[in-house]
């Protein structure tokens, strides 16, 4: 099995998708003369051409309204923002007519799309560059919110979420685009609302989304080596959310870790910590812990932003914690 | 007039006519309790969306328009059954119940809403438009949207895409001279909205809305060149609205003086007496048309009186396809 | 104790201080000529004029902006929003301005300034005006977020939200408006982050925010009709959050439902959900409930958009569930 | 040249030269590492903000730009040292640490930053203009951005706002020809922005800004009207950018040719030039102001680093007043 970038899976994704079907198209702030900010279409342009390519103005807001537009006129765009930091200005766009357009026409009008880009902090970027905003999506009916962590889930999900009939928002990360991973030559497809158990393990779950399950992974390594055995639980999508694997790898092991690169008021990490506490009750041998960011923007000095988002030590910490190993 | 086929004038005169008296149908129903929330009546602007509308092929041509829907729901042919029946929330409306008086929508007549965010669907009709330069259709877009839209960032950013793009879509600003309570001059640098189309280096006119010919005319220009060229125009078509905003607008901050000015040049009364003068349409004729449109209107409350609310159970569909 | 209506309320407030303090002005569209549109700034304009109660452009994210370098260059803006709904359009001027200039200055800029306006359902307005969006201002470090349910607390908070050296996010409520309570004449304040008990009881506490206040009431009274006596917790700050006299509560009662207006996925009500499962693990007889909406969008017909809220059938029962009354 | 003092015109060509100097150092530092993120330099532009920002009293005036901000920050007459700490993320930095390259502040001088959202500082700028007239203070605003940023919807929305309001702010579309990698006559419907201030009714203008006096001149006079007649301008000044758009840009959408044209007006050699011409200017003097300026910008290295890290705790500082 080759292995390709995160870049490049979701490159292949997009190819794929455009070879396959006439109708997808990708726009967005450079994507197409200049192969893309983080080079993810790279010679998407040289093949497609401009019809099917298209560099966009700097109006988010517009553009992603451009992508509702033409995916309820029988399109199928792939709007990509430059970060979601940028798409807070397209929100009323996603929200108020993406979200809705299928329910306020009473089903008439669906919106086969993707929302994509990378979320969450880089490095040396400050506040207004470095959020990570998919509790703002997965709060929203009538969207689905994707998050793949590796190469090979994100060119499986990017791929679903194509073709799939309504909008979606797919969360990439620059921190990851030059990561590498197994992805197969032939085709294939990762269904939504199903998690992946990246690790198994008896005594601690620990649920993580995106990129962090490169921590979580790391953690697990170090508490493997104090006898602690842990198991991780990749979501990969926010909405649908996989609720039961979540649950049966907590009957399994009475206590859970969630890790979520968000601030914690009213997040993703927050309400599945409530919904194990609700519906695994009886399960846990101990409350359920959350390690995210600091509630505060992002610092611009690079060991105060370190120092401000999830780690390998928090999550480690916090597992021995669930586990009355330490305090 | 002589130019047009009397039916096609009887035509005209009839939506406008129909929209009328939906519209004060659905006003009583309002005080009547049977439709709630925000009903955003047409009453004084039919000639801007029947005369526009009457421009196009809508086989391939488009719709788009904010929350002051139903003329144009109308205009392009849909059933008044399902629009009355979308105003009393039942599940034979158009919406399923789900929109009501701002969401109406039908995708077989290239109706693509009603929308309530003000300036929110102009990206989005912009978008219909980069729909049919891909797929090499010739059909074109009109979008509706207010005076009071008009300073909405969507319509800046819109515009000039549009352009750059060469994109079939004529903007249409109906300047009813109110965005809710605000004369437009208040708000707005330019007086003149048609002004606007020099940022995006395309045609922009001022055009009479309580005329439907010239409304048909002007804009009929715009779509023959979107159609042919590809390009986007930007029209201000000047009307006015009889009614206050919405139903609990007692609409205080204009005159009577203003109200009845606007009334001694009400399209309908307008081509009415053009008509007549000209021969073209007869006491009886008249008679009937009106006739006929109270019946339709009158079986549109019919049907949704006896149409069945939508199931508890409904609320859960429509979210995802 | 004069009983005056939220609308009312509020606009005594905003009276007091714009008498009290020159630098405080307010902004929206129709709050001036046209008295408000939904009344609540009343004579203002006619009080204090053009200069300090201004009529914008449909403009949110513009004027919203405006209101921002207002703060920062020595006022004290009061932005209406004719409802939160639209105040989507101005998000990135709240998140990434308002409530990041403070950080990105390194201390230097301030915005001492009120965001407000109704949030929340009202009647017969289909999805796109019916939205319940304070999930999107709580979960933003670097914003207040209030939501008063009653006149006493409206006048006192919005009077601080107006001396506060930050920008605070001021929830009010269509269907409120007409709503009367006891407001004394003479002047007073209520700090943020204290939430407010407004029934005591010994057997579940009701965690409520703004209107829903009224719906856990006549839900406790029932509750009392069958010998369950029930606490009532209203937050009236989302952010801060008096997290403690949540905790206090529940050490008492050992059972907690949380009532929330909003979507249920990364909601304020399934963070407090968390928050208590975690930190008073050993209080809890039983998981936390949350009544919220449906996760959908909100249908126009009555009969639908009622029975997606939460109501007072659905508070109580959700009560007698946490006591293992009910299923 | 002649009616200029020859102090005022070494003036501005001293700042030219600082920002230059301090930009390339700024590139170097950022090739060892020393700075990360985003680093937007503004070689090449130095008239544009020398030349506007000497047109202000900052006792009253402000400015406020985008995230390629260092040359707005030094013309407004910032420490360079607090500028380079910021820089390397020092606590001794204009904004602690916090903010980096694109954000710099400084209350005091009324700069009010250094905004990494494209098109977000407008309203902002509008807001800081509204504050002026409500204080009846008799100052105005500057607001720098870019070619990219005229197309958002804030532009829109707010030279409405400051047209109705009569507010005195200057815009100041910095025309470098790109925004990030493209061409700005690509998404741009008009290729002439001053075209623009007539969808607000207000002046509009194209400037050389490779030609710092002209810069000054025309910026010169929009302030005063402003300040006179409280009134807003828009200003397209014409300038190029000599780097990538950040460090990690190749720049590879423009020929070398291209490039050269530009260099070959370089602001800071044509006035140099200017200068000795008109026996204004001796080698002497460009000597000591350059070994003045390179002193300045290596002074401000030496103490960036050996300024303190901020604490780790003081990342819980300044998230609320
Ligand atoms: C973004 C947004 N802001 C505010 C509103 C509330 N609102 C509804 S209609 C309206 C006035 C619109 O006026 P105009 O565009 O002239 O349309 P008209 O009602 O005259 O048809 C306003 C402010 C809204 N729906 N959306
Ligand atoms: C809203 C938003 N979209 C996208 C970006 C990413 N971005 C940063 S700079 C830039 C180009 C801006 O070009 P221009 O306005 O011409 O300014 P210049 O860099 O030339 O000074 C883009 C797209 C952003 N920061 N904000
Ligand atoms: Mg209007
Ligand atoms: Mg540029």
Not at chain 1, 63 to 75: N, R, S, T
Not at chain 1, 236 to 249: A, G, H, M, Q, V
Not at chain 2, 137 to 151: E, N, R, T
């Amino acid at each position: 099995m080759p292995e390709i970038t995160m870049r490049d899976a979701i490159y292949q994704a997009m190819d794929e998708e455009m070879a396959r079907d006439e109708r997808v198209f990708l726009m967005g702030e450079e994507v197409a003369e200049y192969h893309g900010a983080y080079k993810v279409s790279q010679d998407l342009w040289d093949k497609y051409g401009s019809r099917r390519v298209i560099d966009t103005p700097i109006t988010e807001e517009g553009f992603a309204g451009v992508g509702v537009g033409a995916a309820i006129a029988g399109l199928r765009p792939i709007v990509e923002f430059m970060t979601f930091n940028f798409a807070i200005q397209a929100l009323d766009q996603i929200i108020n007519n993406a979200a809705k357009m299928l329910h306020m026409s009473g089903g008439q009008l669906n919106v086969p799309m993707v929302f994509r880009g990378p979320n969450g902090p880089a490095e040396y970027l400050s506040s207004q560059h470095s959020q990570a905003l998919h509790a703002q999506y997965a709060h929203i009916p009538g969207l689905k919110v994707v998050m793949p962590a590796t190469p090979y889930d994100a060119k499986g999900l990017l791929k679903t979420a194509i073709r799939d009939e309504n909008p979606v928002i797919f969360m990439e990360a620059e921190m990851s685009y030059g990561l590498k991973g197994d992805v197969p030559r032939e085709e294939y497809l990762i269904p939504f609302g199903q998690a992946d158990i990246k690790r198994e393990g008896s005594d601690v779950t620990i649920v993580t989304m995106g990129k962090l399950l490169f921590l979580a992974q790391q953690a697990a390594e170090a508490l493997a080596k104090e006898g602690v055995s842990a198991e991780i639980v990749d979501l990969r999508s926010l909405r649908p959310l996989d609720e039961e694997t979540i649950y049966n790898s907590v009957a399994k092991t009475n206590r859970c870790v969630i890790v979520d690169e968000a601030w914690p008021v009213a997040s993703v990490g927050s309400h599945i910590g409530w919904l194990i506490s609700r519906n695994a009750f009886d399960d846990l041998d101990a409350p359920v812990e959350l390690v995210c960011s600091d509630d505060v923007p992002m610092p611009y000095n690079h060991r105060l932003e370190l120092a401000v988002q999830p780690s390998v030590e928090k999550i480690a910490r916090a597992a021995k914690k669930v586990l009355y190993l330490e305090a | 007039l002589g130019q047009y086929e009397p039916e096609f004038l009887h035509g005209l005169l009839k939506q406008m006519l129909l929209i009328r008296r939906f519209e004060e149908k659905a006003g009583q129903l309002y005080g009547l309790r049977k439709i709630g929330g925000f009903c955003h009546l047409y009453i004084g602007q039919e000639a801007v969306a029947v005369g526009a509308i009457a421009t196009l092929d809508l086989a391939k041509d488009y719709v788009l328009t904010a929350y002051r829907d139903h003329g144009h729901a109308l205009a392009v042919g849909m059933d008044p059954n399902s629009l009355m029946a979308e105003l009393l929330g039942k599940a034979t409306g158009c919406s399923r119940g789900k929109g009501g008086s701002m969401h109406m929508f039908d995708a077989e007549k290239h109706f693509l809403g009603g929308n309530g965010i003000v300036g929110a669907h102009i990206p989005v009709a912009t978008g219909v438009g980069l729909s049919l330069r891909y797929r090499e259709i010739d059909g074109v877009v009109l979008c509706f949207f207010g005076d009071g839209a008009i300073h909405q960032g969507s319509f800046h950013e819109s515009l000039n895409m549009a352009r750059i793009w060469d994109l079939p879509v004529i903007y249409i600003c109906e300047n009813n001279q109110y965005g809710m309570g605000t004369f437009y001059q208040r708000v707005s640098a330019v007086h003149d909205f048609s002004r606007m189309a020099g940022s995006y280096d395309i045609p922009g006119k001022q055009v009479n809305g309580m005329d439907v010919l010239s409304v048909y005319e002007e804009v009929g220009q715009a779509v023959e060149r979107a159609r042919a060229e590809h390009c986007p125009a930007l029209l201000e078509i000047r009307t006015y609205r009889y009614r206050g905003h919405s139903m609990s607008d007692p609409a205080k901050y204009r005159t009577r003086e203003e109200l009845d000015s606007y009334k001694a040049q009400d399209p309908i009364t307008i081509l009415q007496a053009a008509l007549a003068e000209a021969d073209l349409l007869s006491e009886e004729q008249l008679k009937a048309m009106d006739a006929e449109v109270k019946a339709a209107v009158a079986e549109s409350v019919e049907f949704a009186e006896q149409s069945d609310e939508p199931a508890l159970e409904s609320r859960f569909e429509d979210v995802l396809a």
